[in-house]
């Protein structure tokens, strides 16, 4: 679930117009943090986050999840379009408490799910700064992300029904590696001038941010979760 592709236009904005998208895109994405959290902590306290497990609580996610994206779209150019994706930030904590709270479940859960932040934040960290420094035009990477991302998503459809741990592994790796790639595509888009709107910059970064969370949360559950 990406909304990335738009037709390159590098350098359109004045430096001063670049500026000022790239500071209210990291301000909001920074603020979108805290109803992700919230959403989070009341889908583990309530346990509704199991009310979206199996194929039909994927269906619920993703329908919810691109109602959301395109009311974002709907009302990026008012004051509206903030609400609207605070509250999507809000829907995607509920969607990430289930497996929050199976990690939970480890004995050393609370430190599995601080290192997969840490994780993150040092990915987003690192593909901040190759956008800063990379002077090259990353639009080609559109198509084949593009493909990736449907590949990922129909693998993860067919890993539901046949409940592979192996699958499982092999989903995850790949969607930290695309979804970091998308990460860097997206930074380099904000900070060329590529996307003009903070609300539509923010919503892409986030969903790359939850994506490499959620992998990297799956991968450290398996791999690193001690049973009490």
């Known amino acids: 679930m990406n909304d990335n592709f738009q037709t390159v236009d590098y350098f359109v904005l004045p430096t001063a117009e670049r500026n000022r998208v790239v500071r209210n895109t990291y301000w909001l994405l920074a603020i979108s943090m805290l109803p992700t ?5 009341v889908g583990v306290s309530t346990g509704i986050g199991h009310a979206f497990s199996g194929v039909m609580g994927m269906i619920l996610m993703m329908a919810g ?5 395109y009311a974002i779209e709907r009302t990026k150019e008012s004051a509206t379009g903030v609400y609207v994706l605070l509250g999507f930030t809000f829907f995607m904590g509920l969607m990430l408490s289930r497996m929050i709270a199976m990690v939970l479940g480890f004995k050393n859960g609370s ?7 840490a994780g993150t934040a040092g990915v987003f960290f690192v593909m901040a700064s190759l956008a800063t420094f990379i002077k090259r ?13 449907v590949v990922l998503m129909v693998g993860s459809i067919i890993n539901v029904f046949v409940g592979s741990s192996t699958g499982m592994v092999v989903i995850s790796m790949l969607s930290m590696a695309i979804f970091s790639a998308f990460m860097l595509y997206d930074l380099k888009q904000v900070m060329d001038g590529g996307e003009t709107n903070y609300i539509s910059a923010t919503l892409t970064l986030y969903l790359d941010l939850i994506n490499v969370f959620q992998s990297l949360l799956a ?3 398996i791999f690193g979760g001690e049973r009490e």
């Open 111 to 117: 430190e599995l799910v601080m290192t997969a932040f």
């Open 37 to 41: 959290v919230l959403g989070a902590w």
């Open 65 to 69: 999840a691109f109602g959301f994206i």
């Open 219 to 221: 991968l450290l559950g």
């Open 137 to 149: 035009d990353l639009s080609g990477m559109a198509k084949w992300l593009m493909v990736g991302a």
